[in-house]
């Protein structure tokens, strides 16, 4: 048997032995020991550096300003789109103002029969004369 097999069955009889040993001992001193292990692996373990507490603030300060134009473009993103001509855009608010007032009519409480002649009530909005041209 050569050098380096000798210090291999050494460092195994004494593996074996140290863990029959922990093995006998009660659940207390084993918790401590599996502290212990613990501690030393980390420390043998490199930790990564942590940057510095300014550094950190620097990655919220370069995020708000992307937040911000995010939050201010929202309510242009979500607008209804304007019509390009000036019939289109009168065509666009008289739907939005109908919309509006069948809204209005269905929240109150109007009766029924009203309701039953919405679409006469329109035209008749839209032809205030009575004509049908």
Not at 16 to 34: I, M
Request: hydrophobic share 50%; aromatic share 6%.
């Amino acid at each position: 048997m050569n050098r380096q097999e000798q210090d291999e069955a050494l460092i195994q009889r004494s593996r074996e032995a140290l863990n029959h040993s922990a093995e006998q001992l009660d659940y207390a001193a084993q918790l401590k020991l599996q502290r212990a292990r613990a501690a030393a692996l980390a420390a043998l373990s490199p930790q990564p550096a942590k940057a510095p507490w300014w550094q950190q603030k620097m990655l919220w300060l370069a995020a708000m300003p992307a937040a911000l134009a995010i939050v201010l473009a929202l309510p242009l993103l979500l607008r209804a789109p304007a019509a390009t001509d000036a019939e289109g855009l009168a065509q666009t608010d008289s739907e939005t103002a109908i919309g509006f007032d069948d809204m209005e009519l269905l929240a109150a409480d109007a009766d029924l029969d009203t309701l039953n002649d919405i679409e006469f009530y329109q035209w008749l909005a839209e032809h205030p004369d009575g004509s049908d041209a």
